[in-house]
């Protein structure tokens, strides 16, 4: 309103594309081209595997396997991200659930579940966790649900309720890319909050000459006086796993230890024999 925008081609060709991804979106739930893969959450002193975060991945039958990057913007959009959130919620803790069954102490192992802001406020949230743990069986206390800072900004005080209903069903709850977002200690007292996650920009800073360790010490710090476990995102070099062991932090994740793959890949991983031993 009150002003002019001038038309290019490629503006159709953008509408185009949504409208074609969003086309495929639901054909692709329909006939189930959607697939979970596991990126391990390993102890960084032992190696020992602690858990997996459940990452969608779409095997699309012409173009191949397709990243979340390019296909969950448009999810998020269109509201399409509610019922594929869903699937993700309650496929994870049915394939956690029975690999659980094939690991020495086994039913220790967590899965945690990115949650967007989207289905915290377009979706009854506490009814999918409620009925995903349900039908699958799985401890409550091994559901990690995962949340951005700005998601928990948005609308605080729906937000705030819907954690308090989710926390009374026993699952936990991680702040996922903590420090990039609104973070504030005030958040962190209101919150039930259990896990920050070290965002992967943080981690790189690890041994470089500008102190970049300040940030990741702060947050491991802020972690042990909250009394929060701390797990760091996207270590890749050896360096940044002994950088974040110096610091205090005992849990980690990222392409060092292994890429996300389907369950049964992990079980012949390093971090398994360490289970085993």
């Avoid at 020992?48 to 191949?64: D, F, N, S, T």
């Amino acid at each position: 309103k009150g002003r002019y925008m001038v038309f290019e081609p490629s503006m159709q060709h953008a509408a185009s594309e949504r409208r074609e991804m969003e086309v495929e979106l639901d054909k692709a739930m329909r006939e189930g081209q959607f697939l979970l893969h596991y990126q391990p959450i390993v102890d960084l002193r032992s190696g020992y595997l602690l858990g997996v975060e459940a990452l969608i991945r779409w095997k699309h039958p012409e173009r191949g396997m397709i990243a979340p990057a390019d296909f969950i913007p448009t999810a998020e959009e269109t509201g399409q991200i509610v019922p594929l959130g869903r699937w993700v919620l309650a496929q994870a803790c049915r394939e956690v659930k029975v690999w659980q069954a094939r690991l020495p102490e086994g039913r220790q192992v967590r899965v945690s579940v990115n949650v967007s802001a989207t289905q915290l406020s377009k979706s009854d949230i506490c009814a999918d966790v409620g009925r995903a743990l349900e039908i699958s069986g799985i401890d409550p206390g091994c559901l990690v649900i995962e949340l951005t800072e700005t998601a928990l900004m948005h609308n605080s005080d729906s937000v705030l309720a819907t954690l308090i209903e989710l926390k009374k069903l026993g699952v936990r709850i991680a702040i996922d890319n903590f420090g990039t977002g609104y973070s504030s200690l005030a958040y962190l007292h209101r919150f039930p909050i259990d896990i920050l996650k070290i965002d992967r920009s943080f981690v790189e800073r690890l041994g470089g000459v500008d102190g970049g360790e300040d940030f990741a010490r702060a947050i491991i710090t802020l972690g042990g006086t909250l009394d929060l476990e701390v797990v760091a995102e996207g270590i890749e070099l050896e360096n940044q796993q002994r950088g974040l062991i110096e610091l205090g932090c005992v849990a980690g994740q990222g392409f060092y230890y292994a890429r996300p793959c389907l369950l049964h890949e992990l079980e012949y991983s390093v971090h398994m024999a360490r289970r085993r031993t």
